[in-house]
């Protein structure tokens, strides 16, 4: 991330972000992106939010009817209106966290690269972000990298996503495709109407068993496993689980894909 | 356009060109932290005062020193205040402009420096003008008061290069202090903490300006001019200034040097700064 924003020079191999080398153009560069870190702020801390906004007009060399327009604009979508002359330092996280976003995307640029902006977040302010991060994408069409230990963001935003694992690429590619890279299979549980031993069907093997409550490893088609399993047994519920994205790259970590080849 | 401008600007060798380039950000960014500072409107106004009443203390220090020795390597009480202005002045004015560059190393610690490296702005301006405070007016307004009335008390030869000398001594002592500072300022890119160390050449070096340096002994005397070259700042513009020859016996030119001093350290406190730039490597990930 530091590398890609020009703050790091990279000790081997090259970089280009928006068709610049970061580490060379890094001031030019800096005009074309928008930067958040989600665990400092670049906002002054004793001055109204409004003021910080304004600083950054002229950092950016935004004329001012047009910073005007976005700022208007990113207020109505943020919902900045009611804390725009509070000192920053009284803000709450989230609402920091929105001041953050507005000051990264006042001079439009075509990059928005947030590291961690969802940290420590309530679950309200996270939704609200991802809702705005979405829409700007579609509306806006700026491209949004984001880097992130919340799994939710990533479900939630992302279209392509990158597992790094000790400075190695370990995937690149869609949501369905990493979810398929990874044989996490698909868990049936079944809620029976008394305890019973482990139940024994073709085409899943029963993982664990916990009172009346079993769960199921499904190596065949759910529909008829769930008639197997209901034809031998009095069922009181079922559910089936679908693997979160979480299971999945916690298993890339662990190297269960086989997926060296693709690198 | 915007595009020439910016890479010229990395092509720059100086970063004192650098803030001339970028006076306006400079400005502003100092205008907001004044703002901002000014919200604790009696911690600015005491802290003010405290720095006024500690360079006053200061010059009394120097009046009590040549009150009881009479003269002080052949300097009176107003040639030996002339010296101190001097130092304090220009110390003064680098430490307003560009005070906040010993806190690099806090800066890289909570990566505050990071987020000065994503905006399109000169880092260095933007370090410079960190934290800028009007407090430090305190220590400027009485140096400049103290030189003005050290001018007319000594009994100078006031030729017109003289005349026109002086401001140039001036620019050349404020130049070479910001270097000085800003190397050491440097430091930090290296070791986060070495900041106490920067401080004792900063500060130490502000206190041995502030008298006649040769009463000072010889090596410290040669060491002052030709390793860090603070002699330039005080003493050798007041020998020019007061028409003296050197009392520790170095070459009389070296009194025609300060700017030429200036320049070359302003240089190497340039290269310094991008060399530190370039091996900056961040804290976390």
Not at chain 1, 26 to 44: E, P, S, Y
Not at chain 1, 246 to 258: D, I, N
Not at chain 2, 32 to 59: D, H, I, K, N
Request: glycine fraction near 8%; proline fraction near 6%.
């Amino acid at each position: 991330m530091k590398m890609l924003t020009g703050i790091l020079t990279p000790t081997s191999g090259s970089v280009r972000v928006v068709g610049r080398d970061p580490s060379r153009q890094r001031t030019r560069l800096a005009r074309d992106i928008g930067v958040v870190f989600g665990q400092r702020t670049t906002l002054w801390w004793d001055l109204p939010l409004r003021d910080s906004l304004s600083l950054t007009r002229h950092l950016y060399r935004v004329p001012a009817d047009v910073h005007a327009e976005r700022l208007a604009e990113l207020t109505e979508l943020l919902e900045l209106e009611p804390f725009l002359d509070t000192p920053v330092r009284q803000l709450s996280l989230g609402q920091r966290m929105r001041g953050d976003l507005t000051a990264a995307l006042l001079h439009a640029p075509p990059l928005l690269v947030l590291d961690e902006p969802t940290i420590g977040l309530d679950v309200v302010s996270k939704s609200t972000i991802r809702e705005f991060l979405l829409r700007i994408n579609r509306e806006r069409g700026t491209t949004i990298l984001i880097t992130t230990h919340d799994l939710g963001d990533v479900e939630r935003l992302c279209d392509r996503v990158i597992v790094i694992d000790k400075g190695r690429l370990a995937f690149d590619g869609g949501l369905p495709e990493l979810r398929a890279t990874v044989p996490t299979p698909r868990v049936l549980v079944v809620d029976l109407a008394a305890p019973a031993p482990a139940i024994e069907v073709e085409g899943a093997v029963t993982v664990r068993v916990d009172g009346p409550r079993q769960w199921l490893e499904l190596a065949d088609n759910p529909a008829r496993v769930i008639s197997r399993v209901t034809a031998g047994h009095e069922v009181a519920d079922l559910t089936l689980r679908e693997p979160d994205i979480e299971g999945v790259v916690s298993a890339l970590y662990r190297g269960a894909a086989p997926n060296e080849s693709r690198v | 356009m915007a595009d020439t401008l910016s890479t010229r600007r990395w092509g720059l060798p100086a970063p004192l060109r650098d803030l001339a380039r970028e006076p306006r950000t400079y400005a502003r960014l100092a205008w907001t932290w004044t703002r901002a500072v000014a919200q604790y409107p009696m911690a600015l106004s005491l802290f003010t005062l405290g720095v006024t009443l500690a360079s006053l203390a200061e010059m009394g220090a120097v009046v009590v020193v040549f009150a009881h020795a009479g003269t002080l390597a052949g300097f009176t009480v107003y040639e030996g205040l002339l010296v101190y202005a001097l130092a304090a002045f220009s110390f003064g004015a680098a430490q307003l402009l560009t005070g906040s560059v010993d806190r690099l190393g806090e800066h890289i610690r909570t990566g505050s420096f990071d987020t000065m490296l994503v905006r399109p702005v000169s880092p260095l301006v933007q370090l410079a003008a960190d934290q800028f405070s009007p407090r430090r007016f305190g220590r400027i307004v009485p140096a400049l008061v103290v030189l003005v009335v050290a001018l007319v008390m000594c009994d100078i030869d006031w030729t017109l290069e003289r005349i026109l000398m002086l401001p140039v001594l001036l620019a050349s002592g404020v130049v070479i202090c910001t270097s000085v500072w800003l190397i050491a300022g440097c430091l930090q890119f290296f070791a986060t903490d070495a900041r106490e160390a920067a401080n004792s050449v900063t500060y130490g070096g502000q206190a041995l300006t502030e008298y006649p340096i040769a009463i000072y002994g010889r090596g410290l005397v040669r060491s002052v001019t030709y390793v860090v070259p603070l002699a330039f700042v005080s003493w050798q513009p007041a020998l020019h200034l007061l028409d003296r020859p050197d009392p520790t016996g170095l070459p009389g030119f070296l009194r025609f040097l300060g700017p030429v001093v200036a320049v070359a350290l302003a240089l190497v406190a340039a290269q310094v700064w991008r060399f530190g730039l370039r091996r900056y490597r961040s804290t976390g990930s």
